[in-house]
């Protein structure tokens, strides 16, 4: 039946010219007939050089949007709409133009993980593997840095400039507390626990590697270690072992799933490449503006 499903979603494919892009987190049945699968700068890169007509995210939908953004000409399908992110969901355009009010010599950089209405008011994006970057590349001596507090604060441990955050977070990634990496320590105290940078500030400062999933990715298959100890979404232990097949994965917390991030299935891919629904579409006034954040990240980095 799975194979029959992948098969005719493979057939679909080439009839209505899509690529399938996968985030790291995804479901492993969604992970094994994408097209790419990667974080969310490189799904964001793939978005925009991609040849096909139609893009199917397997994600959620702030990457939709961004794909729209980034190729209005396209369809972009989202599989499941309500895939949300609830820290996108923290801030509203209305309260990056009150919090400019309040800091006018700031710039402000936000997180991809917000929406197109957001990202349409601030001078640049950013996702967790070139946070640093963009906010060092801006003349700006402050920084308004929106919406992920955990984010902010591993840029203010990075930079000179003085990072002004919102309130937001990744609701999985802040469950973890500094008690549950410490009860891992005591049990595998030689193997390394690498925690992506929207955790607690704490648990960032107690791990022995902090980045993004790619980053993730890439510390594991330089590094000599045979075990790891993974703090970021349990997607990411199926790429990890797919790509590292002798080395060994272990969750930091059983809370690090992101529910969201398993709403899409096999029969939904193939729906919504049968029906070419639901299709993102950001409105082209807020598309291009927002545009300007992005192309500004996709510049710096
Ligand atoms: P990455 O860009 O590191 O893949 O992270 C995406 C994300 O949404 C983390 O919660």
């Known amino acids: ?18 690529v399938i892009l996968a985030h790291n987190y995804q ?5 094994d007939i994408a097209d790419f699968v990667g974080d969310s700068y490189d799904l964001s890169k793939k978005a925009a050089s991609s040849q096909a007509d139609v893009i199917v995210f397997c994600g959620v939908y702030f990457m939709a949007e961004t794909a729209s953004i980034l190729s209005p000409q396209k369809i972009v399908i989202l599989p499941e709409k309500t ?17 400019r009010t309040r800091h006018p010599e ?9 929406s197109a209405a957001v990202k349409a008011e601030c001078d640049a994006c950013c996702t967790s593997s070139n946070a640093v970057k963009v906010v060092n590349s801006l003349p700006h001596k402050e920084v308004i840095f929106v ?17 002004i955050p919102w309130k937001g977070c990744c609701n999985t990634h802040h469950r973890v507390t500094i008690e549950d990496l410490w009860k891992v320590r ?8 690498l925690v992506h940078p929207e955790c ?31 703090g970021t979404e349990m997607g990411m232990l199926y790429p990890l072992q797919k790509q590292n097949p002798d080395k060994e994965f272990f969750l930091l917390s059983q809370k690090l799933i992101c529910p969201n991030m398993k709403k899409i299935s096999l029969e939904q891919v193939y729906h919504s490449l049968k029906n070419l629904e639901p299709q993102i579409k950001v409105p082209p006034g807020i598309a ?13 980095s």
Not at 106 to 114: E, G, L, Q, T
Not at 186 to 193: A, F, G, K, Q
Request: aromatic share 6%.
């Open 200 to 230: 607690r500030p704490e648990v960032v400062e107690e791990a022995d590697f902090v980045g993004g999933t790619t980053a993730i990715m890439n510390f594991v298959k330089k590094s000599c270690h045979e075990k790891f100890i993974i």
């Open 147 to 163: 919406p992920d507090k955990n984010l902010a604060n591993y840029v203010s441990l990075n930079t000179i400039k003085e990072i």
């Open 1 to 18: 039946m799975k194979s029959e499903i992948k098969e005719a979603i493979k057939k679909l494919k080439k009839e209505k010219d899509a």
């Open 83 to 99: 895939a949300g992110c609830p820290l996108a969901d923290t801030i509203e355009a209305e309260d990056v133009r009150e919090i």
């Open 106 to 114: 700031a710039a402000v950089v936000c997180y991809v993980n917000s």
């Open 186 to 193: 005591e049990l595998y105290p030689d193997t390394p626990i």
């Open 27 to 31: 479901i492993e049945d969604i992970q």
């Open 288 to 300: 291009e503006k927002a545009l300007k954040a992005v192309n500004k990240m996709l510049e710096v």
